[in-house]
Each structure stands twice: as C-alpha cells, then as structure tokens.
C-alpha cells in the first residue's frame, strides 16, 4: 500500500486530483483540436504543472519555437515565435533563465544576446543540418574568394560561423537585409536554395554555399501536388524549400510572415504552409476559423524536446544542459545578430 500511494504521488507529483483534472481541462481546450483526448491531457498534466510550478520558482522562461510539440507550446512555454521573434524575445525576458526548446543554434543565439543569463536546453546536441553544413574555415575560404563582399548569414548556424559574418538573417528578413546592403554581390551561407530564392527576387548576385534543411529541401514538385490536393488552396512556401516550390507558390516567407497572414487573413480558400507540421499544429490551435492542410513534414531535431526532458533540465540541470560560448566568438557573433535585429 505505501508503496503505491508512493508510486502515485511521483506520478502526480503531489498535485490534487481536482488541479489535476482543471489543468487536463486547459490543455484539452487547446491541444484537443489536434485529436489529443482528455485522458491524453490527463496523463500530461502533472508534468505541466510541475514544469510551470518549476519554472516560477527558479525564474526560468521558456521560449519554444513553433515547431514543438503541442503539449510544449500550449503546455509550458511563455513564448512561441520564429527566429527572429524568439531573438527578440530573447532580449526582453526579466528571468535570469531561459530555457530553449527549439535546436541548439536558436539557443546559442540567445545566449549571444544574453550572455549575463544562463540559457538552458532541455537535450544536448540537437542540431540542424543547415547549422551542422558549414565552418568558419567554409566562410573565411569564401571571404578570400570574394574580398569585399559583404558575408549575411543565415540565423541556422553556430556562433563559430555568425562571428565571421556582417550580418545575420533570419527567413523573415533575409531578403529586406539583402536589398539594403550597400553591394551587388553577397555572401550568403549556408542555405543554397534560399541563396538561389534571394538572388531571384532581389536580382542581386549572390554567392551560395551548399547547405540545405533537410526537411524542407526534401519537398518535390509531385509531393507538392498531393499536399495542395486542388487548384484552388493558398500555397504559402518556406524560403528554405527549393526555386522550383517557390515558383509554384502563392507566397513566400518564413514562419513569422506565415504567422502575421493567419493572424490577418479572412481567406475561405484551404491554406498549406509548406513548413514544419509543428507550425501548421499551432496554427489549426490559434486560428480555427481557417482551413488549414497538413504538410506532414517533420523536423526530428525540433522533436527532440519533450515534457519529461524539460522537467528533468528544470529539476537538475547539469554542465551539458547549459550553453556556453568562448567570449571573443560571443562578442563577434554579436555584432551580426545585432545587426540583424536593427531590421
Ligand atoms: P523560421 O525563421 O521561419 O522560424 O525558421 C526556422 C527554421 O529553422 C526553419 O528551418
């Protein structure tokens, strides 16, 4: 008997039946669009609880990016964005801790912006294959190649690489950033297919590196075709996929700029965000008056976060959970992310 009530009370975490159920009842009212049911709320919700307790207790702010998981985002996060947002936010936290849930770069951007606070990971190593495609050896070799050309560099790489660049971007700004740079010829790392998107529409010459997001380089014009089931649906295309999908696009941008149209548009026609499906979950949660199709694609890093995780980095960080970068990269990766931010 002392052993399950024990068994329990870990399970519950000391939580009352009645919080318990009134939790499971705010997550179903959000995640339950999804097709989470209220036992699957039931099963979540002494984590939450522990989390957000947790959290406000240690001063902890949790930035999530919009491809988590539902339970994340409705769960436990205090703020949901793109890059560029989340950058942002980043700077505005009054906590002295943030803990992101995202990948390992977006953190280290915090971190770079923040170097007073300790920035946390729920998981250690969770990478992006865009951020993993190149060196600072890659873009000082690119630097020599093309002296004077100004280096603009995507927001998905490590501090290592923003601390070679002028400025960084994000897929929200990329092309404002672009346009008003005082050069006809840039660097652009790592992204090739967003380097090609860029020099299309700013008519700019811009050298590329061969770097590519596997999730959404990996959309083909035949998949694009069933995704979009008929003629008539909005197609709304991230600027990592590939020219060709852009091309076919109605719209383009990044998760921000897909954001604002869901928040703005009155549209009765299907909407497909080519992005990651946690995007387009958040979406189906926020604005339900709109009809949005699945992408099914999936970011396995993005998925990496989990509730028991985060629990467990809140509970006990250790060495590994917490983001530290070299001083002198810090400072030099600064000023490109800091640049970035004056767009
Ligand atoms: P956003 O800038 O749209 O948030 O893109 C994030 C990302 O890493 C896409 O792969």
């Given at each position: 008997?002392?052993?399950?009530?024990?068994?329990?009370?870990?399970?519950?975490?000391?939580?009352?039946?009645?919080?318990?159920?009134?939790?499971?009842?705010?997550?179903?009212?959000?995640?339950?669009?999804?097709?989470?049911?209220?036992?699957?709320?039931?099963?979540?919700?002494?984590?939450?609880?522990?989390?957000?307790?947790?959290?406000?207790?240690?001063?902890?702010?949790?930035?999530?990016?919009?491809?988590?998981?539902?339970?994340?985002?409705?769960?436990?996060?205090?703020?949901?964005?793109?890059?560029l947002g989340l950058s942002k936010k980043a700077t505005e936290v009054k906590e002295n801790t943030i803990l992101f849930c995202g990948v390992e770069f977006m953190a280290e951007t915090a971190k770079i912006l923040n170097p007073e606070k300790t920035v946390l990971v729920p998981k250690r190593g969770i990478g992006c294959t865009l951020a993993d495609s190149i060196t600072r050896e890659d873009v000082r070799k690119l630097k020599e190649k093309y002296p004077g050309a100004p280096v603009v560099c995507y927001v998905n790489t490590t501090a290592e690489v923003k601390a070679e660049a002028d400025v960084c971007c994000t897929s929200a700004n990329a092309r404002k950033i672009v346009e008003k740079l005082d050069s006809d010829t840039i660097i652009f790392v790592p992204d090739y297919n967003m380097g090609v998107n860029l020099a299309k529409i700013t008519g700019k010459r811009?050298?590329?590196?061969?770097?590519?997001?596997?999730?959404?380089?990996?959309?083909?014009?035949?998949?694009?075709?069933?995704?979009?089931?008929?003629?008539?649906t909005l197609v709304f295309s991230h600027f990592e996929c590939k020219p060709e999908i852009i091309e076919l696009s109605d719209l383009v941008?990044?998760?921000?700029?897909?954001?604002?149209?869901?928040?703005?548009?009155?549209?009765?026609?299907?909407?497909?965000?080519?992005?990651?499906?946690?995007?387009?979950?958040?979406?189906?949660?926020?604005?339900?008056?709109?009809?949005?199709?699945?992408?099914?694609?999936?970011?396995?890093?993005?998925?990496?976060?989990?509730?028991?995780?985060?629990?467990?980095?809140?509970?006990?960080?250790?060495?590994?959970?917490?983001?530290?970068?070299?001083?002198?990269?810090?400072?030099?990766?600064?000023?490109?992310?800091?640049?970035?931010?004056k767009y």
């Amino acid at each position: 008997m002392v052993i399950i009530e024990k068994q329990i009370e870990h399970v519950t975490f000391g939580f009352t039946q009645e919080e318990i159920e009134k939790e499971a009842q705010r997550l179903y009212s959000k995640i339950g669009h999804l097709g989470w049911t209220l036992n699957d709320c039931l099963d979540i919700a002494p984590l939450t609880l522990r989390i957000n307790k947790l959290k406000k207790k240690r001063g902890v702010h949790i930035l999530a990016h919009s491809y988590q998981t539902p339970d994340i985002i409705f769960g436990v996060a205090d703020n949901v964005g793109d890059s560029l947002g989340l950058s942002k936010k980043a700077t505005e936290v009054k906590e002295n801790t943030i803990l992101f849930c995202g990948v390992e770069f977006m953190a280290e951007t915090a971190k770079i912006l923040n170097p007073e606070k300790t920035v946390l990971v729920p998981k250690r190593g969770i990478g992006c294959t865009l951020a993993d495609s190149i060196t600072r050896e890659d873009v000082r070799k690119l630097k020599e190649k093309y002296p004077g050309a100004p280096v603009v560099c995507y927001v998905n790489t490590t501090a290592e690489v923003k601390a070679e660049a002028d400025v960084c971007c994000t897929s929200a700004n990329a092309r404002k950033i672009v346009e008003k740079l005082d050069s006809d010829t840039i660097i652009f790392v790592p992204d090739y297919n967003m380097g090609v998107n860029l020099a299309k529409i700013t008519g700019k010459r811009i050298i590329t590196y061969n770097g590519h997001c596997r999730t959404h380089d990996r959309i083909t014009k035949e998949k694009l075709k069933l995704l979009k089931k008929n003629k008539e649906t909005l197609v709304f295309s991230h600027f990592e996929c590939k020219p060709e999908i852009i091309e076919l696009s109605d719209l383009v941008g990044g998760t921000g700029d897909m954001h604002r149209f869901s928040k703005s548009s009155k549209t009765s026609k299907e909407v497909l965000f080519v992005t990651e499906q946690g995007f387009i979950d958040r979406m189906k949660v926020e604005y339900p008056h709109l009809k949005f199709l699945d992408s099914n694609m999936i970011c396995p890093m993005m998925k990496q976060s989990n509730l028991i995780n985060i629990l467990d980095c809140l509970e006990n960080p250790k060495r590994e959970n917490i983001i530290e970068i070299e001083e002198e990269i810090r400072k030099r990766a600064f000023n490109a992310v800091n640049n970035m931010l004056k767009y």
